[in-house]
T-cell receptor, first 116, second 108 residues
Framework: NAGVMQNPRHLVRRRGQEARLRCSPM?????VYWYRQLPEEGLKFMVY????????ESGMPKERFSAEFPKEGPSILRIQQVVRGDSAAYFC??????????????FGPGTRLTVT | KNEVEQSPQNLTAQEGEFITINCSYS?????LHWLQQHPGGGIVSLFM?????KKHGRLIATINIQEKHSSLHITASHPRDSAVYIC??????????WGAGTKLIIKP
């Protein structure tokens, strides 16, 4: 059973370009979470999605960032017009469709975005 | 004050030593996670606790809900244990609040 997969692992973009980060959850998981880890900082929650629904995007910057988790295919975190401050590691986690609040999150390897 | 505090921030020890990393939190939680992050690598979930104690190999995690404190112990430490260990707490919803991490270096 493959774990959470993220691609690309490393992404370099020039200022003003778009970055698309993909996350394929574990098989059978329908909940996806995105976290951002800025250099020398801890992880911060960005967004929580279920299939075709954004449940909580309170951690997402108001502009340029968007996320989706379509019925088919991976979850996508999209950053438009990237700036140097977007350089960070972006981690995706998934959890099963469990209604209990204590379901565990399984993490992907992360995508390291560098904006030049 | 951060809602999740870890100590120490950095820890260097010799191979074979018993390691303890502490996590204190100031909010009500439904669960606490210990995770491991290797340099340049991904994040691995080690434990999820809501009470008591869990053991996996040389790793032991304990939590005291009344005192809002958890510890991660590593017995017979090895250089491959060198990593950042992160404590994260779950509030009543799904969000994780993360500690800053403890950077552990085990010297051979």
């Amino acid at each position: 059973n493959a774990g959470v997969m993220q691609n690309p692992r490393h992404l370099v973009r020039r200022r003003g370009q778009e970055a698309r980060l993909r996350c394929s959850p574990m098989k059978g998981h329908s909940h996806v979470y995105w976290y951002r880890q800025l250099p020398e900082e801890g992880l911060k929650f960005m967004v929580y999605l279920q299939k075709e629904n954004i449940i909580d995007e309170s951690g997402m910057p108001k502009e340029r960032f968007s996320a989706e988790f379509p019925k088919e295919g991976p979850s996508i975190l999209r950053i438009q017009q990237v700036v140097r401050g977007d350089s960070a590691a972006y981690f995706c986690a998934s959890s099963p469709p469990n209604k209990a609040p204590n379901y565990e999150q399984y993490f992907g390897p992360g995508t390291r975005l560098t904006v030049t | 004050k951060n809602e999740v505090e870890q100590s120490p921030q950095n820890l260097t020890a010799q191979e074979g030593e018993f390691i303890t990393i502490n996590c204190s939190y100031s909010v009500g939680i439904s669960a606490l996670h210990w995770l491991q992050q290797h340099p340049g690598g991904g994040i691995v979930s080690l434990f999820m606790l809501s009470s008591g104690k869990k053991k996996h190999g040389r790793l032991i995690a304990t939590i005291n809900i009344q005192e809002k404190h958890s510890s991660l112990h590593i017995t017979a430490s090895h250089p491959r244990d060198s990593a950042v260990y992160i404590c994260a707490v779950r509030r009543s919803n799904y969000q994780l609040i993360w500690g800053a991490g403890t950077k552990l270096i085990i010297k051979p």
